[in-house]
């Protein structure tokens, strides 16, 4: 698989990702949903940390919310840096299309959440309990500042524990609960490919450990 084509699958996976967010942004509050079924909803969140909204000050309380925000933001560079090398030498040496395919997924989606965090404080107003607009004469942080819009909610089972469970009756229970964006889906959809397909993306090594067994 050539390069033109993985960087094909970047291009338009960041593409429909940005326009995603940019939409959200500029058409919802924070915290605003709309139901599209009972099992998914549009539910406009941001998210100021790594997956899950987890702060580098919540696993190191010595840090400071606006040093974790610039450290996590600086390591996601270095990361692309290096998952950018990796396609790149994967393409170079002719390597399966699975494995081209998965790291552009990667590849994508980190750069499409990287986009958010670096110029979103620059190019948007904040969205509380206002929709925000787009290149204001201030815009809500600065360089590496921006937070990561998420929209895609799928509450499968909504519903409350019996009261015979031990600890948790009469207590919600929601699965599943985080709420995440195109980017992050295209992560999660590379690295499944790579564990699924684990034989084809690394036949030589898959080769080379059948041989030593």
């Known amino acids: 698989m050539s390069l033109k084509k993985a960087s094909l699958i970047i291009f338009l996976v960041v593409l429909i990702d940005q326009i995603s967010k940019i939409y959200i942004k ?24 790594a997956a899950w909204g987890t702060k580098l000050s919540d696993i190191i309380p010595f840090i400071s919310d606006e040093t974790g925000k610039i450290t ?35 590849f994508a989606g980190a750069f499409g959440n990287i986009v958010d965090s670096v110029f979103y404080g620059l190019i948007f107003t904040d969205s509380y309990n206002q929709v925000a607009m787009m290149f204001p004469e201030e815009a809500y942080g600065s360089l590496f500042h921006g937070k990561v819009v998420d929209m895609l909610y799928f509450p499968l ?34 690295v499944a490919i790579l564990l699924l397909f684990h034989k084809k993306a690394f036949p030589k090594q898959e080769k080379e450990t059948q041989e030593k067994e």
């Open 72 to 106: 996590l933001t600086i390591f996601r560079l270095f990361a692309i840096c290096g998952i950018g090398y990796w396609l790149y030498d994967a393409v170079k040496k002719n390597s399966p299309r699975v494995l081209i395919v998965s790291i552009a997924l990667i």
């Open 157 to 190: 089972i909504d519903t409350t524990w019996p009261e015979w469970v031990p600890g948790l009756g009469g207590r919600s229970f929601r699965f599943f609960e985080p709420v995440f964006n195109l980017a992050d889906s295209a992560i999660s959809i590379g």
């Open 26 to 49: 500029t058409h919802f509050v924070l915290g605003e949903s709309v139901t599209v079924f009972n099992w998914f909803k549009i539910l406009f969140i941001e998210n100021e940390g």
